[in-house]
């Protein structure tokens, strides 16, 4: 039965997937029939985001309320809504307005699957849902190249992907009752790592934000999702603009950024068996630097295909593995909280990257697209390093602490 859940919960990543990286990959198309600038695509964007950030910041209420079965279903739906009606939007005020429940639809089933499985799985199982999650991004663009490539219009992408969703909602409505038998039954496994660290925090009064390395952790996320999302988002008019690329071929391109995340999430499920939370987070960083460093470099255009790639198999690893570490890094007592503040801090650097980068773009060129990536992706580094000083400051005051009580 918890297996069969943990299927559903994986297809249920697949449905918040494939909305992420559908804009991007047909925004150089959009932005001709609708004759909207360039940084119109960092609006939308925001107002997607902007939604998602509500929601998860009002997760924890919403999920205790109504449980995350029902929260899963109903924002699956509204997500196949807002991308039908991208399908038949007359202009840029519709998409708009279709923005608002597509945005959030993703936010409270997001925070609410991470911390369930953080909570009751091992770390593999973790990279492995955020695979399904890179499933969904790559599906997204290559279904838009092939509509585009055909002479097809963009709206009949966006009404195929919202016809897989609404699969995903039939699917979801008859399986609302395993949700609450398995959690009536409580048969899933605590991982180790969280047995450990019950009684990491043990304050009553301590709020979440005053435990110390949340803000750094924080912060690790905001430049993540800056990164993520701003090569999915502009990848493609960089790769047009700069490069010389038709449409089509962007957009299959930035499905390769999509494929090398997705790959690198179901190897990393393997790798977790060897290799711990923070040494795959410090190694897909610095490998995401040196992808971005190539966008940088004046090389022919293939091996801005190679960059895209590196990019993601880099970014890979992070995002899960770091929601993976919160319940061991700041306890289990306060991690769904902590993570409804993790999901909603990672979609406020959804929301103000990109559309910055657009901005700025508008005014200047798409150019500095890679040199943004690697300020981003460096900042990231930076802030989850200084993260691992401290807890290992901690940890190693913790040990001399229960020395000197042993004595």
């Known amino acids: 039965m918890t297996t069969f859940l943990l299927i559903i919960i994986y297809l249920a990543f697949i449905s918040l997937g494939l909305p ?58 509204m997500t196949a809504a807002a991308l039908l009606g991208f399908h038949f939007a007359p202009s840029i005020i519709w998409l708009i307005i279709c923005a608002i429940p597509l945005g959030l639809g993703a936010g409270a089933v ?39 490539s055909e002479g097809n219009s963009w ?7 919202s016809g897989v969703q609404f699969a995903l909602v039939v699917i979801l409505l008859f399986t ?39 803000k750094l952790a924080l912060a690790s996320f905001l430049f993540y999702c800056g990164v993520e999302a701003t090569m999915g988002l502009w990848g493609s008019s960089f ?3 700069v490069k010389g690329l038709s449409a089509a071929t962007a957009a299959g391109w930035v499905s390769f950024y999509y494929a090398g995340i997705t790959i690198g999430r179901f190897i990393t499920g393997f790798i977790t068996f060897k290799m711990t939370n923070r040494t795959l987070i410090q190694l897909g960083q610095i490998i995401a ?5 190539i966008l940088i470099l004046p090389l022919p ?37 902590i993570m409804g503040y993790q999901m909603a801090i990672a979609y406020t650097g959804t929301t103000f ?23 981003f992706v460096a900042a990231m580094l930076l802030s989850s390093e200084k993260l691992n000083s401290l807890l290992t400051k901690k940890a190693e005051f913790k040990k001399k602490d229960a020395s000197s009580a042993a004595l």
Request: charged residues 10%; hydrophobic residues 45%; aromatic residues 10%.
């Open 20 to 77: 992420d990286s559908l804009l991007g990959a047909a925004w150089p198309v959009m932005q001709s029939d609708y004759g909207a600038p360039l940084k119109t695509a960092g609006f939308l964007f925001m107002t997607i985001a902007g939604g998602t950030i509500i929601s998860s910041l009002a997760s924890g209420k919403i999920l205790k309320r109504f449980g995350t079965g029902n929260v899963t279903f109903v924002s699956v739906l």
């Open 155 to 161: 709206r009949n992408g966006y009404f195929v992907i």
């Open 301 to 337: 255009s293939i091996f801005s295909l190679i960059g895209f790639i590196i990019v993601g198999l880099g970014l890979a690893p992070i995002f899960p593995c770091m929601l993976h570490e919160t319940p061991t890094r700041f306890g289990k007592k306060h991690s769904q909280t």
């Open 176 to 214: 609302l009752p395993l949700w609450n038998r398995v959690t009536k039954n409580s048969n899933l496994t605590l991982t180790e790592e969280t047995e450990d660290s019950k009684d990491v925090i043990n304050a009553e009064d301590v709020k979440p934000l005053q435990i110390k390395g949340v």
């Open 110 to 148: 997001d925070a609410g699957l991470n911390d369930y499985v953080a909570t009751h799985y091992k770390a593999h199982h973790m990279s492995w849902l955020h695979c399904f999650w890179g499933v969904g991004a790559t599906l997204g663009p290559i279904i838009m190249a092939q509509f585009i």
């Open 353 to 375: 990257m990109p559309p910055l980068l657009g901005f700025i773009a508008t005014h200047s060129t798409i150019g500095i697209f890679p040199f943004c990536i690697v300020a």
């Open 289 to 293: 630097l040196i992808g971005a460093v």
């Open 239 to 241: 790769l047009v603009n």
